[in-house]
Structure formats: structure tokens, C-alpha cells
């Protein structure tokens, strides 16, 4: 997996177990832009996905984090994205593999399966 841009929150230390959901531009809410903008909708938003996914026994990023880890998939974070948010290897989260460029992705991805289970 290739963590880039706000993904990267996913595995950064600072903000892994802290994540707020976009409201605004976000075309999978069907908010319109003005409302998502307002103070609170985003938290409310937040703690409503967060109930949601616990209903549907989905683990938090954490946790799910670990999971993918521990199943031998290799997880790694953009270079472009961690030098732009001024990041190291020591902010991201110790299931982070390595820091490379979207090219090394590439050559990491050929040829590698999809398993579904």
C-alpha cells in the first residue's frame, strides 16, 4: 500500500488515532460545500462515520493498520508527499516499510497478486 497526500495521516504517528473526516469537497458525502464548511458539521460528521463503523465491526485505522501489517503487505509512504508536509521515517508509524518515490512503487507493485479473502 502507498500512503500519499492526506493519506499519510493514516500512518503518521501525530495523527493516526486522531483523523477527522473531510467535509468540505468531498463528492462521497453529498454535502454541499457551504454546510461542510460550517463549525462543527466536520466533528459531527466524524463521530457519526466512527459510530457507523463500529456498528459494522470495522477496527479503527490503528488497529486496521496492524492488520494489513501483520498479513505481509508491505506499507509504504510517499517521498514527494513526506518531504512537502516536512516529515521523516521517525513521524510515521512503525508498520511504515519505507519512504520512496511513486516509481519505486511501480517496481514494487509488478506483478503482484490480488488476493481476495
Request: charged share 20%.
Amino acid at each position: 500500500l502507498f500512503f500519499t497526500f492526506f493519506g499519510l495521516d493514516a500512518i503518521t504517528k501525530k495523527h493516526w488515532e486522531h483523523i477527522k473526516l473531510a467535509t468540505v469537497g468531498n463528492p462521497g458525502l453529498h454535502l454541499p460545500t457551504l454546510l461542510g464548511g460550517m463549525p462543527g458539521v466536520p466533528d459531527l460528521v466524524t463521530h457519526y462515520m466512527e459510530r457507523k463503523m463500529d456498528k459494522l465491526d470495522i477496527p479503527p485505522i490503528p488497529e486496521f493498520i496492524e492488520m494489513i501489517a501483520d498479513t505481509g503487505a508491505g506499507i509504504y509512504a510517499c517521498k514527494a508527499s513526506v518531504d512537502l508536509f516536512e516529515l521523516d521515517k521517525d513521524d510515521l508509524v512503525e508498520q511504515v516499510q519505507d519512504i520512496i518515490t511513486v516509481g519505486e512503487f511501480y517496481e514494487h507493485a509488478a506483478g503482484g497478486q490480488i488476493i481476495f479473502t
